[in-house]
């Protein structure tokens, strides 16, 4: 069996998001990290792993799309214990939007051929529009499992615990499928000393657009079909009045704000 | 002029009330033609609510055949409806389901896609809020049919009666749609108070309650708000996952926001940072939060909250 987790490479989530002059989103000049949500999705690829009937025989493949330093992405969850990585890189593909990196992710997945699991988390940290997972889903032809807040399989029969807007449910799919998770879905696992030094030796592969059968022309930010037309920076917020309570003074400073600001 | 498709978002043929705000904003593109997926029976009355807010044209779509899947077969009814109608955009309510159909639509129309706009303008071009609030992006779609996910709050529906011509649309659903098979669905049972990510006012607690939320459900119910909550409070069990505000669940922006023992860390302020207005009450005066805020009270939520409550409550009465 064959398990793909799709890792994304972005900015240190506390550090400030800035954009470049032709705006995009600067993703060299800030440290990078796996993506935080991505890692529930790594940690969901190994259970499932881990509770397959011959471990041994399943593989799990982080696969990443992006610059050079997104191989950080790999290289984290190669230490959580993925089994390969595989990264595309190609100057074409910076300023993709989801619909080009879907793309490039769905022709790298064909590429590793025979996926029976595409595992994604939720969303980037890094403004994720949290429409990638559908978008494979669509291009792939497999079944979309996605917000899975709990995932259980029966061989190649999978049910989801989706966290819906006005609903729980459950989702049924059977055969190769594409799930995405949640946060809720279980704590990631923090690799050890002796996965750290063992995942410096897993095969990693690195293909370009070329590699995986995908026009330069189709990606990047000349063939985004959205278009920026212009980045303003949100003027900082003013620092507001505090006050500290005292026997009750509080509650009625603050019963005055908010009869100031005509909430009552 | 144009037909503009907005996507009726309805809970048994109850019409939500973003779905008037995409109304309103689609009267600014084009002619609104709403779309309803659902029960036959509940079609007469989705249409009824949606011409009051300027729906021209109704298209009804029978779901009993489709109802049992997840997503993948909405889009292809739009995409179908789309291939009829030659819409100026598609407008679709920015929540889970929404954005996830305007996904998939977007790679069969091989349409641009906008998520999560805060506003749109004739064009259309969008205005999105991003990297926790820190910037403003005005964009357009420039290849295909515009697909937009439009959040809760963009715009004040307006009433003004459309026609509402109800058409009946018969979509053939292929079987590659019908894969992930909705096997159970258990709907959130209602709290009473406003939704999250449509209430004017916002009262959430963190970790700082202690568990305990009786003070921040007082308080929210003197203002008529609804009540959020931090991911420290959601995990440790005293309120369900869906109060959570933040990165990972509820993106809200309303009017007055209040957090109740929350520090503030960047993934909690990622749902919140837009509101309008924002107080807080901590009992540490070096909590991040107070960088937030437009008022805020350094004490013990337990005493502070209901005290304010009593207060609110005798000043309205
Ligand atoms: C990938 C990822 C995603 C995340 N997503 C989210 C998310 O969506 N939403 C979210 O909220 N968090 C999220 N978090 C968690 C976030 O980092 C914080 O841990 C969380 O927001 C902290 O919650 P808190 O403010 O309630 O708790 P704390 O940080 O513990 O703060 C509690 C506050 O209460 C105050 N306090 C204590 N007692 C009282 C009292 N009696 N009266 C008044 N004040 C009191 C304290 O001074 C303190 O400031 C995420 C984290 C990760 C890694
Ligand atoms: N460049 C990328 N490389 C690999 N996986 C990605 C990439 N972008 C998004 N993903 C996956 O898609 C999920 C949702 O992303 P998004 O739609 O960008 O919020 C992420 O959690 C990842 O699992």
Not at chain 1, 114 to 140: F, K, Q
Not at chain 1, 148 to 159: A, C, H, I, P
Not at chain 2, 185 to 196: C, F, I, K, Q
Request: net charge negative.
């Amino acid at each position: 069996m064959k398990i793909v987790v799709c890792v994304k490479y972005v900015p240190d989530a506390t550090a400030d998001q800035q954009f470049e002059s032709d705006n995009t989103v600067n993703r060299v000049a800030v440290a990078g990290e796996l993506s935080g949500l991505d890692e529930y999705a790594v940690e969901q690829a190994l259970q499932l792993k881990e509770n397959a009937e011959d471990p041994e025989s399943v593989t799990v493949t982080a696969l990443t799309v992006g610059p050079e330093d997104a191989a950080t992405a790999v290289t984290k969850a190669l230490q959580m214990g993925a089994d390969d990585g595989a990264q595309v890189v190609d100057d074409a593909i910076a300023g993709s939007d989801a619909l080009a990196t879907s793309k490039v992710l769905a022709a790298a997945i064909n590429k590793i051929g025979d996926v029976d699991i595409v595992v994604c988390g939720m969303a980037s940290t890094d403004g994720g529009m949290g429409v990638l997972p559908a978008m494979l889903a669509e291009r792939l032809d497999l079944p979309q499992m996605t917000y899975g807040s709990l995932v259980q399989n029966k061989g190649t029969e999978f049910r989801v615990k989706r966290d819906g807007d006005t609903a729980t449910e459950v989702i049924g799919a059977s055969g190769s499928v594409v799930i995405a998770v949640t946060d809720q879905s279980g704590e990631p696992r923090i690799g050890g000393f002796k996965q750290i030094v063992a995942a410096k030796k897993k095969p990693r592969e690195v293909w370009s657009l070329a590699d995986i059968g995908v026009d330069a022309g189709e990606v990047g930010l000349s063939a985004a079909w959205t278009a920026v037309e212009s980045v303003e920076a949100r003027p900082p917020r003013t620092a507001g009045e505090i006050v500290t309570d005292e026997g009750g003074s509080g509650a009625k400073a603050l019963a005055d704000f908010l009869a100031s600001k005509k909430f009552i | 002029m144009s037909e503009v498709l907005v996507l009726i978002d309805h809970v048994d043929g109850a019409v939500k009330k973003p779905t008037f705000e995409l109304l309103t904003i689609a009267k600014r593109l084009g002619e609104p033609s709403a779309v309803f997926i659902g029960a036959a029976d509940k079609a007469a009355g989705a249409a009824e609510a949606v011409a009051k807010y300027g729906a021209e044209k109704v298209y009804t779509v029978d779901d009993a055949e489709i109802a049992g899947f997840l997503v993948a077969p909405k889009a292809e009814v739009l995409q179908q409806l789309a291939g009829q109608a030659s819409p100026a955009a598609i407008l679709i309510s920015s929540n889970i389901e929404g954005k996830e159909i305007a996904a998939r639509l977007a790679v069969k129309l091989e349409s641009g896609l906008i998520t999560d706009a805060v506003d749109v303008q004739a064009g259309p071009v969008t205005t999105q809020s991003v990297f926790a609030g820190s910037y403003t992006v005005q964009a357009k779609v420039t290849q295909g049919t515009p697909i937009i996910t439009v959040k809760p709050n963009a715009a004040a529906p307006e009433e003004s009666a459309g026609a509402g011509a109800v058409e009946a649309f018969a979509a053939t659903v292929s079987e590659s749609a019908k894969k992930a098979r909705i096997t159970k669905s258990e709907p959130r049972v209602s709290s009473g108070r406003p939704e999250l990510t449509e209430a004017a006012i916002i009262v959430s607690g963190g970790r700082g309650t202690g568990g305990n939320f009786e003070p921040v459900d007082a308080l929210a119910d003197s203002l008529g708000a609804a009540v959020g909550a931090s991911r420290a409070a959601v995990d440790s069990g005293w309120v369900p996952h869906a109060f959570q505000i933040g990165q990972t669940g509820k993106v809200v922006s309303p009017q007055l926001y209040i957090a109740a023992g929350i520090s503030g860390a960047i993934q909690h302020r990622a749902g919140m940072q837009t509101s309008k207005t924002i107080v807080a009450v901590n009992k540490d005066e070096e909590a991040p939060i107070f960088e937030l805020v437009d008022f805020g009270v350094v004490g013990d939520l337990h005493s502070v909250l209901p005290a304010a409550a009593a207060e609110i409550t005798q000043r309205k009465a």
